[in-house]
């Protein structure tokens, strides 16, 4: 479903990412760990390409886009085509504020795919019971808790019928006692087969949840395996070091 080749970004003299190569199998869940500033966002942001990379190649589906020869100038039209299977998450919820919950996950299926508001709606009101907010479709979002508008975030980017979904360390935002119910929700895609790929701080679920654990530093790709096999006996010295941090969260 996904596929990275020797992808490559810069910012200035500062390399970000370097020669990342990964290969998602449909149906798989892979959690990307690593201290700030390890590349993991940027890599999340370059298969969606909101970050376009300097060079390598990126296929999502039936998508693919080839950066072998630098960083392409791109159409609108081709950015929509390339993004149109891949929903992503953000730490921040960008609903939009004068839009109810309802509306708000019904926006996109109707400006982007154009359907039919009727049909956007029931199928919004389905994504909202699925996770777990059908009695707030009315709401507006500053009537909900922050794990809420997260949950919401989640239905409006399933909204638009995504073969794949990127989450941007979506619980960071959260306070501690809200982050369970936005877990769960992500847990429950796994299980239904949705092919992910997440950057989070949440190790346990990492290792109980994904099927692939890749530890990032410094751009590079140190230590990628069995989700579990990586987060409790990761083979490198800097995984190692990592996850000592996170040791009492892991019983």
Known sequence: MIEVVGLKKSFGP????????????????????????????????????????????VA???QKMDFSAGNVSLRD??????????????QNFNLFPHMNVVENVMVGPV????????????RAIELLAK????DRAE???DQLSGGQKQRVAIARALAMNPDVMLFDEATSALDPALVGEVL????????????????????????????TVIFMKD?????????????????ETATREFLSHFHGRLA
Request: charged content about 20%.
């Open 139 to 141: 709401a507006h979002p």
């Open 111 to 122: 400006t982007v795919l154009k359907q039919d508001k009727k049909s956007a709606r029931e």
């Open 14 to 57: 500062l390399e970000v990412l370097r020669d990342i190569n990964l290969i998602v199998p449909r149906g798989h869940v892979v959690a990307l760990i690593g201290p700030s500033g390890s590349g993991k966002s940027t890599l999340l942001r370059s298969l969606n390409l909101l970050c376009l990379p300097d060079a390598g190649y």
């Open 60 to 62: 999502i589906g039936d």
């Open 131 to 134: 996770v777990g907010l059908a």
């Open 77 to 90: 039209r081709d950015l929509a085509a390339f993004r149109a299977n891949t929903g992503m998450v953000f």
């Open 219 to 235: 751009g590079y790709v140190v230590e990628a395996g069995d989700a579990r096999q990586v987060i409790n006996h990761p083979h």
């Open 184 to 211: 769960a929700v992500i847990r429950q895609l796994a299980e239904q087969g949705m092919t992910m790929i997440l950057v989070t701080h949440e190790m346990a679920f990492a290792r109980d949840v994904a099927d």
